[in-house]
């Protein structure tokens, strides 16, 4: 059974920075494509980064690019994603994603989802 668990959620001022993790059981992520997702209320979920199989990070969102970096731990088995210089229209539930071939923009189309942790931004 594959199961995605994400941390690193909290409350941090504008400008401040937090590292989320995203631990992965039941499926190798050295072999597999992951993302990040984040849904903010009475938002569609939005991919903001993703990695294929190959260890490639293909995608960055324009809203983040240059503030967030994706990397991937094989020994560990998790998935990160370091965020920097939050504002507030970062705050979300940011969701972890895996899939044993490629990535998606379209978050229903992913093999396994985790539960999310929420990220919020004070001004």
């Known amino acids: 059974q594959v199961k995605l668990v994400e941390s690193g959620g909290g409350l941090v001022q504008a400008g401040g920075s937090l590292r989320l993790s995203c631990a992965a059981s039941?499926?190798?992520?050295?072999?597999?494509?992951m993302g990040w997702f984040r849904q903010a209320p009475g938002k569609d979920h939005e991919l903001v980064t993703a990695i294929n199989s190959r260890g490639e990070i293909p995608y960055y969102a324009d809203s983040v690019e240059g503030r967030f970096t994706a990397s991937r731990d094989n020994a560990k088995n998790t998935w990160y994603l370091q965020m920097n210089n939050l504002q507030p229209e970062d705050t979300a539930v940011y969701l972890c994603t895996a899939d044993s071939t490629i990535y998606y923009s379209d978050y229903k189309l992913w093999d396994y989802r985790g539960q999310g942790t929420q990220v919020v931004v004070s001004s």
């Open positions: 039941g499926l190798a992520l050295s072999s597999s494509a």
